[in-house]
């Protein structure tokens, strides 16, 4: 038989190097990348996970049945609950709002409470992942935060384990540098302190986001960034500043698009900050000559992004992505309406004057729930749009009142539809139709023109979308 392990956490440690010749191939070092992502938990939190609980087990701060609290990103939580699982105790973590919902379902298969705080709030906040992770474990008996941010269990762990790996598998450092994304600091600080004891020449570099406190300085305030796990917004007490010779500042979009080429180059399906850590290495490398080899230490993977960078439509979303053809007007939008033959006018309205009951017949004639409201028809200007007449509205009202069908309109109406131009791209709409279900369309000199819904939106893309895969 052969070999086994006791168990899972015997397995953590011990990820491999390989060359990125393909994504390396214009710069003249050599890069290579220690793959973390390999460890059982996918990152390298696992090694600190295990590290940090037997240290309160031996300092008596961690008990059987103890419940640990931790404010995370979701990695620690991970390897935090990887080595609960084994021990038997409690989880329960605290991430801000920006984390993936795939870490918090991770978090939640391993049987982890997750309690989710608001990013965008100051670190001394009631409502900060911080301060709510505190109250937790105070608040709970027997209750335990491990703190990856101040325990000295975390650079430990990494000068003790990240360190010598890397030493042993560069045939005793035979590297240039060494580039690390930078997070609570604890795998910077470990293995920079275990080279520089060792070979100090070795250049260490932290890629740091930006808006991070690590590369602040008057040109680049703090600020909220959407890579996670990296970067913060006060220094912990696990950062050892003094190993570090050199710091890169890596933006979303750069860390994105980066970790998607090493995805679809070299295979390696990574998170956002191994996108960081690859980019800042290319910026080191395109300084060093071709005999020289630059390491960088790819934390993560990617399966816990692929409803955020990895989807095309959220990087167009946040502007890190151009669409690969035009976008449709509402132009475009409405010729497709008339090219399937409906009978629908462009523009149905009624006069404010008329009566609710002849809103009702207008809406069922052309199977219809919204009407613009005029001062007279035909409307020859926006101003003539006085209000909307909405279906729902109207039959709340005609339930309540039967007699409302003879009210006037003006005594019913509502708002008036949002204005939206026939020029305008679909995706400068898109918002307009996210609440009403329609809204006026305006032709040149701004003359009312048309009426476009959701529903025509709907047709239109799903006609598209038929083209495509036609």
């Given at each position: 038989?052969?070999?086994?392990?006791?168990?899972?956490?015997?397995?953590?440690g011990?990820?491999?190097?390989?060359?990125?010749?393909?994504?390396?191939?214009?710069?003249?070092?050599q890069?290579?990348?220690?793959?973390?992502?390999?460890?059982?938990?996918?990152?390298?939190?696992?090694?600190?996970?295990?590290?940090?609980?037997?240290?309160?087990?031996?300092?008596?701060?961690?008990r059987?049945?103890?419940?640990?609290?931790?404010?995370?990103?979701?990695?620690?939580?991970?390897?935090?609950a990887?080595?609960?699982?084994?021990?038997?105790?409690?989880?329960?973590?605290v991430?801000?709002?920006?984390?993936?919902?795939?870490k918090?379902s991770?978090?939640?298969?391993?049987?982890?409470?997750?309690?989710?705080?608001p990013?965008?709030?100051?670190?001394?906040?009631?409502?900060s992942?911080?301060?709510?992770?505190d109250?937790?474990?105070?608040?709970?008996p027997?209750?335990?935060?491990?703190?990856?941010?101040?325990n000295a269990?975390?650079?430990?762990?990494?000068?003790?384990?990240?360190?010598?790996?890397?030493?042993?598998?560069t045939d005793?450092?035979?590297?240039?540098?060494?580039?690390i994304?930078?997070?609570?600091?604890?795998?910077i600080?470990g293995v920079?302190?275990?080279f520089?004891?060792?070979?100090?020449?070795?250049l260490?570099v932290?890629?740091?986001p930006?808006?991070?406190?690590?590369?602040?300085?008057?040109?680049?305030?703090?600020?909220?960034?959407?890579?996670e796990?990296?970067g913060?917004?006060?220094?912990p007490?696990?950062?050892?500043?003094?190993?570090?010779?050199e710091?890169?500042?890596v933006?979303d979009?750069?860390?994105?698009?980066?970790?998607?080429?090493?995805?679809r180059?070299?295979?390696?399906?990574v998170g956002?900050?191994?996108?960081?850590?690859?980019?800042?290495?290319l910026?080191?490398?395109?300084?060093?000559g071709?005999?020289a080899?630059?390491?960088?230490?790819?934390?993560?993977?990617g399966?816990?992004?692929?409803?955020?960078?990895?989807?095309?439509?959220?990087?167009?979303?946040?502007?890190?992505m151009?669409?690969?053809?035009?976008?449709?007007t509402?132009?475009?939008?409405?010729?497709?309406?008339?090219?399937?033959?409906s009978?629908?006018?462009?523009?149905v309205?009624?006069?404010s004057a008329?009566k609710?009951?002849?809103?009702?017949?207008l809406?069922?004639?052309?199977?219809i729930?919204?009407?613009p409201?005029v001062?007279?028809?035909?409307?020859?200007a926006?101003?003539?749009?006085v209000?909307?007449?909405?279906?729902?509205?109207l039959?709340?009202?005609?339930?309540?009142?039967?007699?409302?069908?003879?009210?006037?309109?003006?005594?019913?109406?509502?708002?008036?539809l949002?204005?939206?131009?026939?020029?305008?791209?679909?995706?400068?709409?898109?918002?307009?139709?996210?609440?009403p279900a329609?809204?006026?369309?305006?032709?040149?000199?701004?003359v009312?023109?048309a009426?476009?819904?959701?529903?025509?939106?709907l047709?239109?893309?799903?006609h598209?979308?038929?083209?495509v895969?036609?």
């Amino acid at each position: 038989m052969g070999r086994t392990y006791p168990t899972l956490l015997d397995l953590v440690g011990g990820t491999p190097i390989v060359r990125l010749d393909r994504f390396g191939r214009d710069v003249p070092p050599q890069l290579l990348a220690k793959l973390e992502l390999l460890n059982p938990g996918g990152s390298n939190k696992d090694r600190i996970g295990l590290a940090m609980i037997e240290a309160a087990e031996r300092e008596g701060k961690l008990r059987p049945g103890g419940t640990i609290v931790e404010p995370t990103s979701g990695n620690t939580g991970v390897g935090l609950a990887i080595a609960a699982a084994q021990k038997g105790y409690r989880c329960i973590f605290v991430m801000p709002d920006k984390m993936s919902q795939e870490k918090i379902s991770t978090l939640r298969a391993y049987g982890a409470e997750v309690v989710i705080t608001p990013t965008a709030v100051d670190h001394d906040s009631p409502e900060s992942y911080y301060s709510v992770s505190d109250r937790l474990a105070e608040e709970i008996p027997g209750g335990f935060k491990p703190d990856q941010y101040s325990n000295a269990a975390n650079p430990e762990a990494h000068y003790r384990s990240t360190g010598p790996e890397i030493w042993e598998q560069t045939d005793g450092g035979e590297i240039d540098a060494i580039v690390i994304s930078v997070g609570t600091g604890g795998t910077i600080s470990g293995v920079g302190r275990y080279f520089k004891e060792r070979k100090p020449e070795v250049l260490i570099v932290g890629a740091d986001p930006e808006g991070s406190v690590y590369t602040e300085d008057a040109e680049h305030p703090t600020h909220p960034y959407l890579v996670e796990g990296i970067g913060k917004d006060t220094w912990p007490e696990t950062m050892d500043a003094a190993v570090v010779d050199e710091w890169v500042r890596v933006s979303d979009r750069d860390s994105f698009l980066t970790a998607r080429r090493l995805a679809r180059e070299e295979g390696l399906l990574v998170g956002g900050s191994c996108g960081s850590t690859a980019w800042a290495a290319l910026q080191v490398a395109g300084r060093m000559g071709p005999g020289a080899r630059v390491l960088m230490l790819l934390p993560d993977g990617g399966r816990s992004y692929l409803s955020k960078f990895y989807d095309d439509n959220w990087m167009i979303q946040y502007g890190f992505m151009e669409r690969s053809a035009p976008v449709p007007t509402v132009d475009e939008v409405l010729r497709f309406r008339r090219g399937e033959g409906s009978e629908l006018p462009d523009l149905v309205t009624i006069e404010s004057a008329k009566k609710v009951g002849a809103a009702i017949d207008l809406m069922q004639r052309y199977g219809i729930s919204q009407l613009p409201v005029v001062r007279q028809e035909p409307a020859a200007a926006l101003t003539d749009i006085v209000g909307s007449i909405q279906e729902r509205s109207l039959l709340d009202r005609v339930f309540k009142n039967p007699d409302a069908l003879n009210e006037d309109i003006a005594v019913a109406m509502q708002p008036p539809l949002a204005i939206v131009d026939a020029r305008a791209s679909l995706d400068e709409v898109f918002s307009a139709l996210s609440g009403p279900a329609a809204a006026v369309v305006v032709a040149a000199g701004g003359v009312p023109a048309a009426i476009l819904t959701r529903s025509d939106l709907l047709e239109f893309l799903a006609h598209q979308r038929m083209q495509v895969e036609g």
